[in-house]
């Protein structure tokens, strides 16, 4: 790309056809064709940004961080992992374009969602198609907001209309709405406030000071995953049913302090190891773990086909490689693994054995 510089230029300023298209497809499509790109405006005072995305494979985001983390610096653009967050303006612009529909007069009523996310409620005066509606309140979000804050934090986005009929005066907007121009700086007080409503202390102090839960669960056929659970044991059941909920789940909104959230899973028994049950496993990681002050285990539960114990790591690389080193010490079998619940870590897996295999995956 640094040497494609002038070229770049010259297409940015209409001097010339060069066919940027087929240049990112070439190059950034041999790496995984799913990656979408854009370019844009810097937000630096640089010339242009280039914002690499997976959209809704957010998977992809460990590979993009590798790509930009790896770029050359002399490449002379600001490069980006997310859709950064836009003026009214320019949201205005993309909501008109892709779907006729006027934002600036719009609404927006924040209201509480399932697993301390945000749902948001549009309403359009000029109204406008159902689908038509839809699209502008989506389009709305990612370019207010930026594609970070609307992945981790927003939840259900429904819109409505002022309805066909030509008013001599606008509808009302919803009691406790925003106007669009308000609405990333009313969604940031408001995630504050989600926050502080969060445990003060770690999960290793919190764990000690609040009371347990036993669940019962209805275990599913699909492999991967924690589906085929039909028992556990949990500090929190709010966290709990975040991450077994399919939601798409992020360590922030239930961490003021930084941790990741995973499992150990194992497949299969344990009578070759030095384990007699899962429990010994959970104690001796929660031992050696919170000895070390790298986190501490969160529960544990028990599949038709797995057992799991999940983990809270405030050091995730050094955590880690403490619990491939203990486990792979105790003889637990070869498939299994450390896994995590942030969406976009989804993918992500660590073998304890050195021949372990890959663990089912959604797309297996």
């Given at each position: 790309?640094?040497?494609?510089?002038?070229?770049?230029?010259?297409?940015?300023?209409?001097?010339?056809?060069?066919?940027?298209?087929?240049?990112?497809?070439?190059?950034?499509?041999?790496?995984?064709?799913?990656?979408?790109?854009?370019?844009?405006?810097?937000?630096?005072?640089?010339?242009?940004?280039?914002?690499?995305?997976?959209?809704?494979?957010?998977?992809?985001?460990?590979?993009?961080?590798?790509?930009?983390?790896?770029?050359?610096?002399?490449?002379?653009?600001?490069?980006?992992?997310?859709?950064?967050?836009?003026?009214?303006?320019?949201?205005?612009?993309?909501?008109?374009?892709?779907?006729?529909?006027?934002?600036?007069?719009?609404?927006?009523?924040?209201?509480?969602?399932?697993?301390?996310?945000?749902?948001?409620?549009?309403?359009?005066?000029?109204?406008?198609?159902?689908?038509?509606?839809?699209?502008?309140?989506?389009?709305?979000?990612?370019?207010?907001?930026?594609?970070?804050?609307?992945?981790?934090?927003?939840?259900?986005?429904?819109?409505?209309?002022?309805?066909?009929?030509?008013?001599?005066?606008?509808?009302?907007?919803?009691?406790?709405?925003?106007?669009?121009?308000?609405?990333?700086?009313?969604?940031?007080?408001?995630?504050?406030?989600?926050?502080?409503?969060?445990?003060?202390?770690?999960?290793?102090?919190?764990?000690?000071?609040?009371?347990?839960?036993?669940?019962?669960?209805?275990?599913q056929d699909a492999m991967f995953g924690q589906f085929d659970q039909i028992a556990a044991i949990t500090p929190n059941?709010?966290?709990?049913?975040?991450?077994?909920?399919?939601?798409?789940?992020?360590?922030?909104?239930?961490?003021?302090?930084?941790?990741?959230?995973?499992?150990?899973?194992?497949?299969?028994?344990?009578?070759?190891?030095?384990?007699?049950?899962?429990?010994?496993?959970?104690?001796?990681?929660?031992?050696?773990?919170?000895?070390?002050?790298?986190?501490?285990?969160?529960?544990g539960g028990t599949g038709t086909v797995h057992s799991y114990v999940e983990l809270a790591l405030t050091d995730v690389?050094?955590?880690?490689?403490?619990?491939?080193?203990?486990?792979?010490?105790?003889?637990?079998?070869?498939?299994?693994w450390i896994q995590f619940h942030r969406a976009d870590w989804s993918r992500e897996w660590v073998g304890i054995h050195?021949?372990?295999?890959?663990?089912?995956?959604?797309?297996?």
């Amino acid at each position: 790309m640094s040497a494609k510089r002038p070229d770049l230029d010259r297409l940015f300023a209409r001097e010339s056809e060069w066919d940027l298209a087929a240049f990112m497809a070439e190059h950034l499509g041999a790496i995984d064709h799913r990656i979408m790109w854009e370019f844009g405006p810097s937000h630096t005072g640089g010339d242009h940004q280039l914002v690499l995305t997976g959209e809704d494979d957010v998977f992809l985001r460990p590979l993009i961080e590798t790509i930009l983390e790896r770029a050359p610096d002399d490449i002379g653009l600001e490069l980006a992992a997310d859709r950064p967050a836009e003026s009214v303006d320019v949201a205005t612009l993309f909501v008109d374009q892709q779907a006729g529909v006027d934002l600036r007069a719009a609404a927006v009523l924040i209201k509480d969602g399932a697993n301390h996310r945000l749902d948001l409620e549009y309403f359009f005066p000029g109204g406008g198609s159902r689908e038509d509606l839809e699209i502008a309140a989506f389009i709305a979000t990612t370019r207010l907001l930026g594609e970070a804050v609307m992945e981790r934090w927003i939840g259900e986005i429904s819109a409505k209309g002022g309805g066909r009929l030509k008013m001599l005066s606008q509808p009302a907007a919803p009691i406790g709405s925003v106007i669009v121009g308000e609405l990333a700086a009313a969604v940031t007080a408001r995630i504050d406030v989600l926050r502080a409503q969060l445990p003060d202390t770690t999960c290793a102090s919190f764990v000690k000071q609040t009371e347990w839960s036993a669940l019962e669960l209805e275990p599913q056929d699909a492999m991967f995953g924690q589906f085929d659970q039909i028992a556990a044991i949990t500090p929190n059941v709010a966290l709990f049913r975040a991450t077994h909920s399919g939601d798409r789940f992020y360590d922030e909104r239930f961490s003021r302090h930084g941790e990741t959230f995973g499992y150990v899973k194992i497949e299969g028994g344990l009578e070759a190891s030095r384990y007699a049950d899962r429990g010994e496993i959970e104690d001796e990681l929660t031992e050696i773990l919170e000895r070390h002050d790298l986190g501490t285990t969160v529960g544990g539960g028990t599949g038709t086909v797995h057992s799991y114990v999940e983990l809270a790591l405030t050091d995730v690389d050094t955590a880690v490689d403490m619990i491939v080193k203990t486990l792979r010490e105790a003889g637990v079998p070869n498939r299994s693994w450390i896994q995590f619940h942030r969406a976009d870590w989804s993918r992500e897996w660590v073998g304890i054995h050195a021949d372990t295999p890959r663990p089912p995956m959604p797309d297996d």
